[in-house]
């Protein structure tokens, strides 16, 4: 009938080496396997094209449709200044680097 809603968060990273349609695809397979509270890991990356960030704004759309939640998380400061710009920072929480983890561990 209707699919499962995962408790908890997962934790992926932003799959910015591939295309619009292959990262689309890997973020809807997600929601459909229930999960509808992601934290979006974007460590390391400095910039992102107009497709990369809708992708993210489709995912938010999605998940808020299933009363779920997306966070973006290890936010460069560059990569902040252009979500405040575009003011996703008023509709998707969004942790910067320094406020989550000064250094992430690998």
């Known amino acids: 009938m209707g699919m499962g809603i995962k408790i908890g968060e997962k934790v992926v990273p932003f799959p910015i080496d591939r295309e619009y349609e292959e990262a689309s695809k890997m973020f809807a397979d997600i929601v459909v396997d229930g999960y ?4 979006i ?6 910039h992102m094209s107009s497709r990369q960030i ?3 704004v489709m995912l938010h759309k999605e998940v808020i ?3 779920g939640s997306i966070r973006l998380i290890n936010v460069t400061d560059k990569l902040y200044r252009v979500f405040d710009i575009l003011n996703l920072d008023k509709v ?4 910067k680097l320094s406020d989550s983890n000064p250094k992430k561990q690998i």
């Open 41 to 46: 890991d974007l460590f390391d990356i400095d």
């Open 54 to 56: 809708s992708v993210l």
């Open 92 to 95: 998707i929480s969004i942790e």
């Open 36 to 39: 509808i509270h992601l934290n």
């Open 65 to 67: 449709k299933l009363s």
